[in-house]
């Protein structure tokens, strides 16, 4: 498998009479940027969701860095996303309670971390994405491409060697969009983390390494 990070083999998933992805294969390198275009209930979402343990697949297999973890229990997934995996959303999903710097530190709260330690590595974070002067900005202070930002740094915060993102840019306009693209990219340069992004946006298709067309449930890697 090379350099591959993660390995799709063949992963199914059917709800009731619904096959909603069929068989669908990837291979993400270390360090590889990858877009996977296509219409609203073509299927994208859920391989997202099996590629991050967070769906199991019907049928399959997962495997990272040459290990099958398909046989993972639920705790297990989790343990696997923390350590290895940065999860964006579109709807940014921050706690509207918590400021920027405590949503960004939440993923750190189950480590063995001294509140000083997970401080300063949280504001590492705001500091990347160009947000520190807005620490402690509750989310209703944010605006939409500032609230993506502290979902990216929380995404980034336990230095996962890959970012999974669901349609980043979906709720933004497109200047802001094509901020966020670019932060993407400048974060990628900095880390060298893959990223694999779920999207309609043909900029971010244009700007990945790599693009895959997902259509009625089946992943086209042309």
């Given at each position: 498998?090379g350099?591959?990070?993660?390995?799709?083999?063949?992963?199914?998933?059917?709800?009731g009479?619904?096959?909603?992805?069929?068989?669908?294969?990837?291979?993400?390198?270390?360090?590889?940027?990858?877009?996977?275009m296509?219409?609203?209930?073509?299927?994208?979402t859920?391989?997202?969701?099996?590629?991050?343990?967070?769906?199991r697949?019907t049928?399959?297999?997962?495997?990272f860095?040459?290990?099958?973890?398909?046989?993972?229990?639920?705790?297990g997934?989790?343990?696997?996303?923390?350590?290895?995996?940065?999860?964006?959303?579109?709807?940014?999903?921050?706690?509207?309670?918590?400021?920027a710097?405590?949503?960004v530190?939440?993923?750190l709260?189950?480590?063995r971390?001294?509140?000083?330690?997970?401080?300063?590595?949280?504001?590492?974070r705001?500091?990347?994405?160009?947000?520190?002067?807005?620490?402690?900005?509750?989310?209703?202070?944010?605006?939409?491409g500032?609230?993506?930002?502290?979902?990216i740094?929380?995404?980034?915060?336990?230095?996962?060697s890959?970012i999974?993102?669901?349609?980043?840019?979906?709720?933004?306009?497109?200047?802001?969009?094509?901020?966020?693209?670019?932060?993407?990219?400048?974060?990628?340069?900095?880390?060298?983390?893959?990223?694999?992004?779920?999207?309609?946006d043909?900029?971010?298709?244009?700007?990945?390494?790599?693009?895959?067309?997902?259509?009625?449930?089946?992943?086209?890697?042309?």
């Amino acid at each position: 498998m090379g350099n591959s990070l993660l390995v799709a083999e063949g992963l199914s998933k059917s709800f009731g009479d619904l096959q909603a992805v069929r068989s669908a294969s990837l291979r993400i390198a270390s360090g590889e940027f990858t877009a996977v275009m296509g219409r609203s209930g073509s299927g994208k979402t859920t391989l997202l969701h099996m590629l991050a343990g967070l769906e199991r697949p019907t049928g399959g297999r997962l495997v990272f860095r040459g290990q099958d973890i398909g046989g993972l229990d639920e705790d297990g997934f989790a343990l696997w996303r923390r350590a290895n995996i940065g999860l964006v959303f579109q709807a940014f999903h921050l706690v509207p309670t918590l400021s920027a710097l405590e949503n960004v530190a939440f993923p750190l709260y189950p480590e063995r971390i001294v509140p000083l330690e997970r401080r300063k590595r949280a504001m590492e974070r705001l500091g990347q994405v160009g947000l520190i002067d807005r620490a402690d900005h509750r989310p209703s202070r944010l605006s939409g491409g500032e609230q993506q930002r502290v979902a990216i740094a929380r995404a980034l915060v336990n230095s996962p060697s890959l970012i999974l993102a669901d349609e980043p840019t979906g709720n933004l306009d497109s200047v802001t969009g094509d901020e966020i693209l670019e932060l993407f990219r400048r974060l990628r340069e900095q880390t060298g983390m893959a990223l694999l992004i779920i999207t309609h946006d043909e900029k971010v298709a244009a700007a990945s390494d790599r693009s895959l067309q997902m259509t009625d449930g089946v992943l086209n890697d042309e």
